[in-house]
């Protein structure tokens, strides 16, 4: 009698550790897997931001170029290639947010207004969707049970893209 109860709890607590097991791999397999998703979302994102900034560029290129003389500081901030990673784009994109806000469009870059502030929109949506993506891959990458089993890899964190939006041109009270 004794010997069968110990049988029965040996084959129970045998049957709890395969269902503990097995509970721990379907986890770290949805995680790896939610994982790969998010930095495939990241690196979509990511090309999305870069096409938005460089349709942006070349649109204040366009207005450089129409507007003559009066639009050297933009002509100077224009000068950002294209492709390049975000990352490195920061300091050059917010150099070309303030030259645009300094930038009085004369009549032949006025047509470009409108496009200027779809670009702008759009440039402003790519950014927020590809720090959603890196807001939400870095706290996954971070907790954990991701961290101690490396599920997330080897590869750097994915970084924030922060630019100033909106930038307002400030104008002299006297």
């Known amino acids: ?47 999305a931001l870069i096409a938005a900034l460089d349709r942006r560029v070349d649109v204040a290129h366009r207005i450089a170029v129409a507007g003559g003389s009066e639009t050297t500081t933009l002509r100077a901030a224009v000068d950002i ?6 990352v490195e784009r920061e300091s050059a994109e917010n150099r070309l947010s303030s030259a645009l806000a300094l930038t009085d469009l004369p009549g032949e870059a006025s047509s470009l207004v409108g496009e200027l502030s779809d670009a702008q929109t759009r440039v402003t949506m790519a950014r927020r969707f590809y720090n959603d993506a890196v807001r939400d891959t870095r706290a996954l990458r971070g907790r954990r049970m991701v961290r101690w089993l490396r599920l997330g890899g080897g590869g ?5 893209f922060e630019i100033a939006e909106g930038v307002a041109r400030v104008t002299d009270p006297a």
Not at 31 to 42: C, Q
Not at 156 to 160: R, S
């Open 81 to 86: 290639p294209h492709g390049s990673d975000p």
């Open 1 to 47: 009698m004794v010997g069968s109860i110990i049988a029965w709890a040996g084959s129970a607590v045998g049957i709890v550790v395969v269902l503990c097991v097995i509970w721990f791999a379907v986890l770290s397999s949805t995680r790896a897997t939610r994982i790969r998703l998010l930095s495939e979302r990241v690196t979509l994102a990511r090309g």
């Open 156 to 160: 750097p964190m994915p970084a924030y």
